[in-house]
């Protein structure tokens, strides 16, 4: 499973950590472009750190409710291999995106309970991967707040997945031993501070998962 398994460091926010992500064995990292939030970066910032990126590490802009204007500023100026829409975005609207744009969607949804997960389905044929998350409260991620993952072990998914909501180097090999998830997405978990990456975590993280 380890080899299959893939990391998604989000809030990533200068280029050093982006390298510690890389460096660490990180499939992806999230530039989070959302004033409210600690990791909180420009669309210049994030296309500069794009721009250091290798070419294996796949970038992914998260936005939280943005404005068709800034959804177009995000592809334009970052280019990022995936939009992640982290807010109370709908199907309709997420559709016209993908439809238009031709980018790799995903959907981050907080899960509560089993009707939660249910209501998942609402996405099917329009996102490619759903991320199943704490419940939003002040931010609408990267809380360091989890969910109860054994809603995940019966739940038939439809299409690719992630686990997101809590997960550090420490409790992330139990994560996927009860969920088996295809993807793990950590932020506050290889943070020192709040939207301060500690690359040393990053570096535990990964192998965490590579261990496996």
């Not at 499973?1 to 999230?30: H, L, P, R, V």
């Not at 997960?117 to 991967?129: C, E, F, K, P, T």
Request: neutral net charge; glycine residues 8%; contains cysteine.
């Amino acid at each position: 499973m380890s080899n299959q398994t893939k990391i998604k460091i989000c809030g990533i926010s200068t280029i050093e950590t982006m390298q510690a992500a890389a460096d660490a064995g990180a499939d992806y990292i999230g530039l989070v472009h959302f004033e409210k939030s600690p990791r909180h970066v420009s669309f210049e910032q994030a296309a500069e750190i794009r721009r250091h990126a290798p070419g294996a590490l796949k970038i992914v802009v998260l936005l939280v409710n943005a404005s068709p204007t800034i959804t177009a500023n995000a592809l334009t100026i970052v280019k990022p291999d995936v939009l992640q829409f982290h807010g109370s975005e709908t199907p309709e609207w997420i559709k016209l995106v993908k439809e238009k744009t031709k980018t790799e969607v995903w959907k981050a949804l907080g899960v509560r309970d089993r009707h939660s997960l249910m209501n998942s389905a609402r996405y099917n044929g329009i996102v490619d991967r759903l991320l199943f998350d704490a419940p939003a409260k002040a931010l609408p991620g990267g809380t360091g707040t989890s969910f109860d993952w054994e809603l995940l072990r019966t739940h038939e998914h439809a299409i690719d997945w992630g686990l997101a909501g809590g997960l550090d180097p420490d409790n992330v090999a139990q994560a996927l031993a009860e969920t088996n998830a295809p993807l793990v997405d950590t932020s506050s978990g290889v943070e020192s501070a709040a939207g301060v990456k500690d690359m040393d975590k990053i570096a535990r993280f990964c192998q965490a998962v590579r261990n496996i």
